[in-house]
């Protein structure tokens, strides 16, 4: 049996906190009090797992209500010896505090537990669906062996998105930013399961966001995840230092809407906290940012009970995250990126939303894009139909600033608005060449009552034989959503060093446009600074735009296209085995054109011209 095959369904990954609800609005469940802690002393010792036999008793820390630990008892049922590599954990059953009817409550990951007044080490992991709070205790001495580590730099490696339907390289993301899935919801949802469950399974997500993000269709218990609300932190009033058995937190989200991932101080020496007692995304060095916690009360259930928790205060940063638990420094700083969004409501409302999100590269798409959708539910509504643009831009280190600039439209267009920029973000942290820094987001959502894309029902050129130089008129026809028909016109030039010959014309929306262009003519960036120009050549559906596309007798050798090779070239390419694998190129663009028509659109299509002998008339 190994921790992660028996243990991970019933990880006690620390609870997402909910974030200054206020206490009356919510359905709480007020833990049993047992008597006050008395003070803990740190100078007592510790108990080795070899001392620890079954039957012992003693008693751990951990917060039920407010912001001071109170006590729960411990009797020891035996040890797990080795069970991870030079590891072995006490298995151990809780009471008080109405751990009976609870079980071990998600959140408690990391609460001190002594025997003899020597501290064993910290609750780490249950089971669900149990008839009693059983838990793992990950030994105190494992825990020490995170005080030897150096701080390091933060973590920079990326995790690909790897959940079904969500995009894993540069090349994934891109695609999946201008041919998103059917299913936009299910993707994301599968997504962010993948970027943050391991975070919060089995614990409960709750406040505004669940009911939000009901409508995608998350399932427990990822529905209640995104625990966010627009108002600020809780006044918690003079909250205590953190010392053993304090509630405290990783903010992920900090600001005018927070997602915090909470758990429990093991202890707290010299400035040096030890917490959790299992890995938060087991990365190594990391930066995030700690705070304190009050917890307003727990709710039991059947799977997993859970903490009602409000942020405090950032007291200081988590640096190294093992298997054994997180180690952070009081005092210390995590760098996180800011980021704004500006809900312009239909009704002529503006609300601004001001963040800060954890330089966590491998959660940064979801980071970005469930305040995206938590924004727009606060400040206006997120189901339904609407219409909505989107326009802002990203700050890099180092390079100039990657534009947003789209448009969403139908049911629920607030879920495609932040699966575009999971798939965005998820193309600049994917990225073959840099690590990319994201200096900071700045977003503006401009919502309108109901549908407004446009249909193209049909497209045809004023002439189908043209010259080189010439001028063609490439007529639309258009259709309202449930509403009338009429036109739009796209002058369209032929370049002038085209000989005769067949001539094509894809032309259409701006992101059908580029879909096609990367179908016709796929090309592999050999740099970051040719991803971003890639990533900034986009348009929006608002936009007409046409290729102009002729055929090719070329090959596409290591992403780049070479369209017009003679014969005896192209064979020596294709023969050579210093090239990589060389596609043929049948088809080469040689135009681009469009022009902005304010309303998203949605159609592509091919005409098919001939250029004649002679130049333009």
């Not at 080469?588 to 054109?593: G, T």
């Amino acid at each position: 049996m190994t921790r992660s095959g028996a243990l991970v369904p019933g990880l006690l990954a620390a609870c997402v906190l909910l974030s200054a609800v206020p206490v009356g609005a919510q359905e709480t469940v007020a833990a049993a009090r047992a008597e006050s802690a008395s003070p803990v002393d740190l100078n007592g010792g510790e108990i080795g797992v070899d001392e620890v036999a079954r039957g012992q008793t003693g008693y751990g820390l951990s917060v039920f209500a407010g912001s001071e630990p109170d006590r729960f008892g411990v009797e020891v049922v035996g040890v797990i010896r080795e069970m991870d590599p030079g590891t072995s954990y006490i298995v151990a059953r809780l009471s008080g505090n109405g751990l009976e009817e609870s079980g071990v409550i998600a959140g408690m990951s990391g609460s001190p537990v002594y025997i003899d007044d020597r501290l064993a080490g910290a609750v780490a992991y249950s089971w669900s669906f149990t008839s009693e709070a059983l838990a793992l205790i990950t030994p105190i001495a494992a825990m020490r062996e995170l005080s030897e580590l150096e701080a390091g730099e933060a973590a920079g490696e990326s995790v690909g998105l790897t959940a079904p339907g969500a995009p894993g390289t540069f090349d994934q993301a891109v695609r999946q930013m201008l041919e998103p899935p059917d299913d936009v919801a299910a993707a994301l949802r599968e997504t962010v399961a993948d970027q943050l469950g391991a975070l919060v399974a089995p614990a409960d997500w709750g406040g505004r966001g669940g009911a939000q993000i009901a409508t995608l269709g998350f399932g427990e218990p990822v529905r209640r995840m995104l625990a966010a609300a627009p108002a600020g932190r809780a006044d918690t009033v003079e909250m205590p230092d953190l010392h053993a058995g304090s509630a405290v937190a990783g903010v992920l989200i900090d600001g005018d809407l927070k997602v915090t991932v909470g758990g429990t101080v093991t202890r707290v020496e010299d400035g040096e906290v030890l917490a959790m007692g299992h890995p938060y995304l087991g990365v190594g060095p990391l930066r995030v940012p700690m705070a304190t916690v009050e917890v307003v009360g727990v709710v039991p259930r059947v799977n997993s009970s859970m903490r009602l928790s409000n942020i405090g205060s950032v007291v200081g940063a988590f640096d190294q995250d093992r298997f054994a638990g997180l180690r952070g420094r009081l005092g210390a700083e995590a760098r996180t990126i800011p980021m704004t969004i500006q809900v312009e409501a239909p009704d002529g409302d503006a609300r601004r939303f001001d963040l800060r999100l954890a330089d966590l590269p491998r959660m940064l798409p979801s980071l970005v894009g469930i305040p995206t959708m938590q924004a727009l539910d606060s400040a206006s509504y997120g189901a339904g139909e609407s219409g909505l643009d989107m326009t802002g831009k990203l700050r890099l280190r180092g390079h100039e600033d990657v534009p947003l600039h789209q448009t969403f439209d139908g049911s629920g267009p607030g879920t495609s608005a932040a699966f575009y920029l999971v798939a965005l973000i998820g193309a600049l942290v994917n990225s073959d060449y840099e690590d990319v820094e994201i200096e900071g987001i700045d977003l503006t959502l401009s919502q309108t009552h109901g549908v407004r894309t446009v249909e193209i029902e049909r497209a045809q050129a004023s002439s189908r034989r043209v010259h080189a130089g010439d001028t063609v008129d490439v007529v639309f026809d258009l259709r309202r959503h449930r509403g009338d028909r009429y036109q739009e016109t796209l002058q369209v030039t032929i370049p002038e060093d085209r000989r005769p010959g067949r001539y094509y014309l894809f032309v259409g929306d701006g992101v059908s446009i580029d879909a096609a262009r990367l179908q016709l003519q796929p090309a592999k960036a050999s740099s970051l600074t040719e991803e971003l120009d890639m990533l900034r050549s986009f348009q929006p559906k608002s936009r007409l735009a046409a290729l102009g596309v002729v055929p090719a007798r070329g090959l596409i050798v290591e992403g780049r296209p070479m369209p017009q090779l003679p014969a005896t070239v192209r064979s020596i390419w294709q023969a050579s085995p210093l090239q990589g694998e060389p596609r043929a190129l049948n088809l080469a663009i040689v135009s681009e054109e469009g022009r902005d028509v304010v309303i998203p659109l949605d159609g592509l299509f091919r005409l098919d011209l001939e250029i004649l002998p002679g130049t333009a008339r």
